[in-house]
Nanobody, 123 residues
């Protein structure tokens, strides 16, 4: 069992930055690939970024490439999403998710989810 708790969301102006954190419980955090997804009002949940269990491999949606960076600290059981050059279209609830061993772009393949943190980017 893994419990996830996101933090770091908020209101920021376009062009600004935020760093989201996702703290995980459980002794096996390092065996899970971690993903960040987001969901805007009226839209489906979409993939943003993911990182392999060891942190060696990272994956990004086209919308995130060059602006967002995912990282993890297995000693702290935490995964991060650094978001720079934010745009109004990045406004959404951001969720972290865990999937044992290998990552996926598909939200349905993740086993554990956090409650989400709201990110609002004003123009």
């Amino acid at each position: 069992q893994v419990q996830l708790l996101e933090s770091g969301g908020g209101l920021v102006q376009a062009g600004g930055s935020l760093r989201l954190s996702c703290a995980a419980s459980g002794r096996t955090f390092s065996s899970y690939a971690m993903g960040w997804f987001r969901q805007a009002p009226g839209a489906e949940r979409e993939f943003v970024a993911a990182i392999s269990w060891g942190g060696r491999n990272t994956y990004y949606a086209d919308s995130a490439k060059g602006r967002f960076t995912i990282s993890r600290d297995n000693g702290k059981n935490t995964v991060y999403l650094q978001m720079n050059s934010l745009k109004p279209e990045d406004t959404a609830v951001y969720y972290c998710a865990a999937r044992q061993y290998s990552f996926s772009y598909n939200a349905n393949e993740y086993t554990y989810w956090g409650q989400g943190t709201q990110v609002t980017v004003s123009s």
